[in-house]
């Protein structure tokens, strides 16, 4: 119940914040969209959890979330192949942007030599194989898809207004789908009230832009992917 009730308080805020936005920008808000947007969130906090539970745990001996991933990843691919969102719209191509890679690739080595630098620095405890194995692939197989991938697609339809920076079109969606990839992260409900890291959220929603700004500049979710789980598992590689 804890966690339902905390999936319900983003989507409360996600609604929020579309009225406020849709108020401030008359005539560049879909309401079906931003519906759509927030029914995804809902199912993949749903499949991410076993359905809060509900499910059968087919991997007990497991540390890791390899079920909840697996079926949030299976929902957001069969999503992504409806008309309405297309998998080359929601990034699923390994195909890039004509030119883009000329911008885009220097940002992700620098990203990736940022995470390395940290984890020479800031060494861990020795990984299991399993552990390493998990952060090498289902976090950035499963949340770019949805974040970056479906809900952005949707978000964007929700929110019609652009502005260009950086070379390309931001839009309130864009920037929504980083704000929700921050509180999936550090907002939650427990002992009978709502909690909310703000460390968290920075260290969350913050990089999100970046891979926004890539999945927007190269038309792909190819590197975002990688810059993913190479900051996952560099740390347990060093």
């Known amino acids: 119940m804890d966690g339902l009730i905390g999936i319900s308080g983003v989507i409360g805020l996600l609604l929020l914040a579309g009225v406020v936005i849709g108020l401030v920008r008359p005539g560049q808000l879909s309401v079906r969209w931003l519906l759509v947007a927030a029914a995804l969130v809902l199912l993949n906090d749903v499949l991410l959890t076993r359905g809060y539970g509900h499910l059968p745990?087919?991997?007990?001996?497991?540390?890791?979330?390899?079920?909840?991933?697996?079926?949030?990843?299976?929902?957001?691919?069969?999503i992504a192949a409806l008309p309405g969102f297309?998998?080359?719209?929601?990034?699923?191509?390994?195909?890039?942007?004509?030119?883009?890679?000329?911008?885009?690739l220097p940002v992700a080595?620098?990203?990736m030599g940022f995470f390395a630098l940290l984890a020479w620095v800031f060494p861990?405890?020795?990984?299991?194989?399993?552990?390493?194995a998990f952060q090498l692939t289902m976090p950035g197989f499963e949340e770019e898809p949805f974040y970056r991938g479906i809900l952005l697609v949707a978000l964007s339809h929700a929110f019609l207004g652009r502005v260009r920076l950086l070379g390309v079109e931001w839009g309130w969606g864009a920037v929504l789908s980083c704000a929700?990839?921050?509180?999936?992260?550090?907002?939650?409900?427990?002992d009978g009230h709502f909690s909310f890291d703000p460390l968290t959220m920075a260290l969350t929603a913050l990089p999100s832009f970046l891979a926004v700004w890539m999945v927007l500049r190269t038309r792909s979710l190819l590197l975002p992917v990688l810059m993913h789980n190479f900051g996952n598992a560099i740390m347990l590689l060093i």
């Open 109 to 111: 080595l620098v990203y």
């Open 57 to 78: 745990d087919l991997l007990p001996v497991s540390d890791w979330n390899w079920q909840g991933k697996g079926l949030a990843l299976l929902a957001t691919l069969a």
């Open 86 to 104: 297309g998998w080359r719209r929601s990034g699923l191509t390994l195909v890039q942007a004509a030119g883009s890679l000329k911008t885009a």
């Open 124 to 132: 861990n405890e020795p990984a299991s194989g399993e552990t390493i």
């Open 180 to 190: 929700l990839f921050g509180l999936g992260h550090a907002f939650g409900y427990s």
